[in-house]
T-cell receptor
Framework: RKEVEQDPGPFNVPEGATVAFNCTYS??????FFWYRQDCRKEPKLLMS???SGNEDGRFTAQLNRASQYISLLIRDSKLSDSATYLC??????????FGQGTILTVHP | GAVVSQHPSWVICKSGTSVKIECRSL??????MFWYRQFPKQSLMLMAT?????????EQGVEKDKFLINHASLTLSTLTVTSAHPEDSSFYIC?????????????FGEGSRLTVL
């Protein structure tokens, strides 16, 4: 079983749609959680950290449920520029990050 | 934000040659850097953790004699793919954490795309 599992998609949505990505992690020692965005043939870039209390950054909302080891990302009012691969990431106290396989999102006009 | 520079961004080499990839933290000191590998349509897989002034810690299944890591200064780590073969063709990415021992944001280099003919 992979340490971090995501639905690979692809998700194809029209502009303005709301889309949700889910992720589960298996290492109960994980202490930090992130969503990264990766554009084709580029390095990953941090989208947002994920906290148990939930956090929002503009159109993006992330949630963490430690009990069920579940992480989510909600994107509202999708833009064409949101098209990318979204990586769910779990980290340990010594800085090691484990990446999910990524979820591909394509937003079309 | 912090900047990590990786060089070269792409390289093509013949089978059997060695290739060195550099990872530099430009505006912060990084006692720890990480090297990842990403095959097409797959996620990033951690290869090794590079610690300044000490030996790298390799993940299971990664050959330390094939992927030589040197972290001689607080701003530079190098990955050398020795005797490269076509199956080593991949996207290699380094990352670094500003400061020590925290689980904050990782800053990634731009990646190095290696093609072995």
């Amino acid at each position: 079983r992979k340490e971090v599992e995501q639905d690979p998609g692809p998700f194809n949505v029209p502009e303005g749609a709301t889309v949700a990505f889910n992720c589960t992690y298996s290492n109960s020692a994980s202490q930090s959680f992130f969503w990264y965005r990766q554009d084709c043939r580029k390095e990953p870039k941090l989208l947002m950290s994920v906290y148990s209390s939930g956090n929002e950054d503009g159109r993006f909302t992330a949630q963490l449920n430690r009990a069920s080891q579940y992480i989510s990302l909600l994107i509202r009012d999708s833009k064409l520029s949101d098209s990318a691969t979204y990586l769910c990431v779990a980290g340990t106290s010594y800085g090691k990050l484990t990446f999910g396989q990524g979820t591909i999102l394509t937003v079309h006009p | 934000g912090a900047v990590v520079s990786q060089h070269p961004s792409w390289v093509i080499c013949k089978s059997g040659t060695s290739v060195k990839i550099e990872c530099r933290s430009l505006d912060f000191q990084a006692t720890t850097m990480f090297w990842y590998r990403q095959f097409p349509k797959q996620s990033l897989m951690l290869m090794a953790t590079s610690n300044e002034g000490s030996k790298a810690t390799y993940e299971q299944g990664v050959e330390k004699d094939k992927f030589l890591i040197n972290h001689a200064s607080l701003t530079l780590s190098t990955l050398t793919v020795t005797s490269a073969h076509p199956e080593d063709s991949s996207f290699y990415i380094c990352s670094a954490i500003p400061g020590t021992g925290n689980t904050g944001e990782l800053f990634f280099g731009e990646g190095s795309r290696l093609t072995v003919l």
